[in-house]
Each structure stands twice: as structure tokens, then as C-alpha cells.
């Protein structure tokens, strides 16, 4: 399918996380540049409690309340030039963003425990890689490959994603008197963006 062509609300975006049999050694990752490459990592979706990991298998970060912007952030420095009212704008060296997704808190999903592949993933060291895609519309796949970079997969609907490669550094619980209890998991880029593609 193209990227997204019609106005709309990304309600069925989601991140996943790719969980290979064996962490993915530095030239491997190095290696990762290409649509195709990225793509083959995220072809089996295993629930992230009691999941088994092998070649091809991610995890779906659930109960995501907020995602943040995805893309190069900007990084505009202001240059005063003599003899002129204003001064100029360039564009300077970006730096990497840390994405923070805010989350509807269940405890159980990301405890430190056995078997559980999201907690065990916080502050790991690990390099992980990471695809973010964004769609108006519920995948039409079925099962493990629902949400699979492999058509039918995600290929069944308008999407456009984004890969990269990063860490997963923290994650803060917020107490809510009022509404739900929420959590913030950091994550630090390690790699640039590369995106979006589409399948």
C-alpha cells in the first residue's frame, strides 16, 4: 500500500521492537540501512510475557497514550550579520532526539521478571531496532503477522514507518489521583532515522 493519502487520526500506529534470537552484534547494526533490511526483522509478532525470541520476531509496545514527533528535530541557529536589522538563520547539526512515548500504565507488561522481553529491555545496554508506523487504519492480517512488515501485514492499509536503532534507558511511573496511572519510556537514538518507508 502507498503512504497515507487522506486526512486523519493515527490511532492504529504502533512501535514495535525487534527481538532476535541473539542481540545483534555492532556490525550488524552498522549494516542496517535499506527498507528491505528492516523490514525482514519484524515479520513475527511474539507477546512480550512468555514470548520465544527467533530470527524475524518483535514485540508490540500496547497501551500507548501519547507517541512524540517523529523525524529529524530541527537545530536553527541565529547568525547576526553587521550592518543588518536581523540576523541570518542557518541550520545547524541536529541532535538526537530521545523519544519519550507515554503509556496507559499495566505493571505486569514491563516488570523486571523472567521471561518478560519489554522489562528486561529497560537499561540493558542493549541496542534494539525499533519501527514506528504510523496508520489511519486497523491491519487487515491475521495472528502473528498482523503487524508484520511483510505483506499482507501492515502492506494492507496506508502506512508509512520509520526504523532506528536505540536503547531503551528508562521508565518513570506517574501516579494519577483522578485518571489513569501513566509511564514514560525513554528511549535513546543510537542511529539516524531512516523513513518513512512504506510496503
Not at 523472567?114 to 540493558?124: I, P
Amino acid at each position: 500500500m502507498p503512504h497515507i493519502t487522506s486526512i486523519g487520526s493515527g490511532v492504529f500506529s504502533n512501535l514495535a521492537i525487534a527481538m532476535p534470537t541473539t542481540n545483534l552484534t555492532a556490525a550488524q547494526l552498522a549494516a542496517l540501512d535499506t527498507a528491505v533490511e528492516f523490514q525482514a526483522l519484524f515479520a513475527t509478532e511474539i507477546p512480550s510475557i512468555g514470548g520465544t525470541k527467533a530470527t524475524g520476531t518483535f514485540v508490540r509496545v500496547t497501551n500507548v497514550r501519547e507517541y512524540p514527533a517523529m523525524g529529524t528535530p530541527p537545530n536553527v541557529v541565529n547568525v547576526p550579520v553587521y550592518g543588518q536589522k536581523t540576523s541570518q538563520q542557518i541550520q545547524g547539526q541536529s541532535d538526537a532526539a530521545s523519544l519519550e512515548i507515554t503509556l496507559n500504565l499495566v505493571t505486569a507488561d514491563w516488570a523486571k521478571a523472567v521471561g518478560n522481553l519489554l522489562g528486561n529491555a529497560v537499561g540493558d545496554g542493549v541496542q534494539y531496532v525499533f519501527r514506528f508506523t504510523l496508520m489511519n487504519s486497523d491491519s487487515t492480517g491475521v495472528g502473528a503477522t498482523k503487524f508484520a512488515s511483510s505483506l499482507p501485514g501492515i502492506g494492507s492499509v496506508e502506512n508509512s514507518q520509520w526504523y532506528w536503532i536505540g536503547k531503551i534507558d528508562a521508565f518513570q511511573v506517574t501516579p494519577q489521583l483522578t485518571d489513569a496511572n501513566t509511564a514514560v519510556v525513554t528511549m535513546t537514538l543510537q542511529s539516524d532515522l531512516y523513513g518513512p518507508y512504506t510496503i
